[in-house]
């Protein structure tokens, strides 16, 4: 019998919000993808509830925001214990919020629009085995189906066969053992709707799926039991009462189970033809919702990389620059993570102290906080820059208000009128207030608009924005020249002749 064979240009193993996102966007650039999920079904478990402001800027540039807003409940500050958080209203965003909803709800749009997009995505595919060559990378999977490509992207959690596989190590230490999860009814709605709780005894959380289930989430400092047990509704009740003041009526657990929460982080996201995004690169505690809006950020910064590579505008070198980028944010998501539980966790007198102090002054602490949201969210999250860079180079680019710089013609799509929107087209945004003449040999590769205030911040400079929404290069009234250099450098050589 002869062996099945695919090839394709990318393989994505893991079937997860960042596998999906990151499939999708290559397929929408025109490339051949295989995703392989060793589920034979998609699952209802959801570890994630909060979607963060920089994520929802990335659903917004796939057109997917609204839709996702639309099955959850925007906050405006996130609890992290007690009364203690982040305000999240005053950022500078479309989204100034944490959406909570399940993450099966951004599975499930993410999952449409790859498929959508032309993405093949095969269930029930256990990888078993992987080489690679100068040429590309083989995966070989337990139904004997061998799979070829360019190149591949473990996405597949924090027990990753891909990351096993390549023999990369996964330093770290467990942060917490015996954390009880449960999926409950409550006869009493809790006032608000991400309910957090932290003492003496333990901690404690609580999130609506919005089907009339709550996700609990519970840790008992004084008893511990083995991953995988399945504790009693009773315990789970116990132990959020002493944390949180009640137990909300607590009944008819669906599901029940306990699981351990790990720091860890592989030292390098890339090995030869092979790259790691998400809980495969990176895990840490739940503390703040970070895990899914990092992997999902992680795809972003990688997607648009491979595109360019695999078509020929950039040579394989820009993918080193995912490690350089995407590393550091993974270090900072631990570091703050690890922060909040172990502050949440504390059982020395003088931290316990400092939980209590930041409790008790609540709003006082503005400044603060202010950071925290611009960190939490990924507002605040940048990139390295070269030593000469505008300053605006490597940093998250706001939703500018755009206008056309010429008149659509009949049957023509009216041009985008913000940012978020031109970025859905996938490729390179050049914001100018007239610099068509320059970008006519990229038309191809490149959306070219103007500000809508001609006379704002803007007035004269050019600026360039990756498909992620970064600055890639900026100048103050730069020549003709200096805008043909910066295209070539960023997109190649010119596709079309001026």
């Given at each position: 019998m002869t062996a099945k064979q695919t090839v394709t240009d990318v393989l994505i193993v893991g079937a997860g919000p960042t596998g999906l996102l990151l499939a999708g966007d290559l397929a929408a650039a025109g490339l051949t993808v295989t995703l392989l999920e060793k589920r034979g079904a998609e699952s209802n478990l959801t570890r994630a509830f909060a979607v963060h402001a920089r994520t929802l800027e990335l659903l917004d540039a796939r057109g997917l925001a609204d839709d996702l807003i639309a099955t959850?409940?925007?906050?405006?500050?996130?609890?992290?214990?007690?009364?203690f958080g982040v305000e999240l209203g005053n950022l500078?965003?479309?989204?100034?919020f944490v959406l909570i909803t399940p993450q099966y709800n951004v599975e499930r749009l993410l999952h449409e629009r790859a498929v959508a997009a032309g993405a093949t995505i095969v269930r029930g595919s256990e990888v078993t085995g992987l080489r690679q060559d100068a040429e590309g990378v083989t995966l070989e999977t337990a139904d004997g189906t061998t799979h070829r490509a360019r190149y591949a992207v473990g996405t597949d959690g924090v027990r990753s066969t891909v990351r096993e596989l390549l023999g990369v190590p996964f330093p770290g230490e467990s942060v917490v053992d015996s954390v009880l999860l449960a999926d409950v009814?409550?006869?009493r709605e809790p006032e608000d709707t991400i309910t957090v709780g932290a003492g003496s005894a333990g901690f404690a959380f609580l999130a609506p799926f919005g089907d009339g289930y709550y996700r609990v989430i519970a840790w008992d400092r004084n008893e511990s039991v083995p991953d995988g047990t399945t504790p009693s509704l009773e315990r789970i009740a116990a132990v959020t009462e002493a944390a949180i003041g009640e137990d909300f009526g607590m009944h008819e657990a669906r599901w029940a189970s306990t699981f351990h929460s790990d720091e860890r982080q592989v030292p390098n996201y890339r090995s030869g033809r092979v790259f790691l995004a998400g809980d495969a690169a990176h895990c840490h505690s739940p503390a703040g919702g970070q895990g899914m809006n990092t992997g999902l950020q992680d795809a972003a910064n990688l997607s648009w990389k491979l595109a360019a590579v695999l078509h020929g505008r950039a040579t394989d070198a820009l993918l080193d620059s995912y490690q350089t980028e995407r590393h550091p944010v993974g270090k900072t998501v631990l570091r703050t993570s690890g922060a909040l539980i172990r502050l949440a966790l504390a059982e020395s007198a003088p931290t316990r102290a400092l939980r209590g102090a930041l409790t008790a002054l609540g709003s006082h602490l503005d400044p603060v906080t202010e950071r925290g949201a611009r960190m939490v969210s990924g507002i605040d999250i940048t990139y390295p820059a070269p030593k000469d860079a505008h300053p605006l180079v490597g940093k998250r680019v706001p939703d500018l208000r755009l206008t056309a710089i010429e008149k659509p013609r009949d049957g023509e799509p009216d041009a985008p009128e913000r940012l978020y929107e031109a970025l859905r087209a996938g490729k390179f945004v050049l914001v100018s207030n007239d610099v068509q003449s320059a970008a006519a040999p990229w038309a191809d590769e490149l959306v070219t608009v103007a500000p809508a205030d001609p006379h704002g911040k803007l007035r004269?400079?050019?600026?360039?924005?990756?498909?992620?929404?970064y600055a890639a290069w900026a100048a103050v009234d730069p020549g003709h020249r200096d805008i043909t250099e910066a295209l070539t450098?960023?997109?190649g050589a010119a596709t079309t002749t001026a």
């Open positions: 959850g409940r925007p906050l405006t500050s996130l609890k992290m214990f007690n009364r500078p965003t479309r989204f100034p009814r409550l006869e004269d400079t050019v600026l360039l924005i990756r498909p992620d929404g450098a960023h997109l």
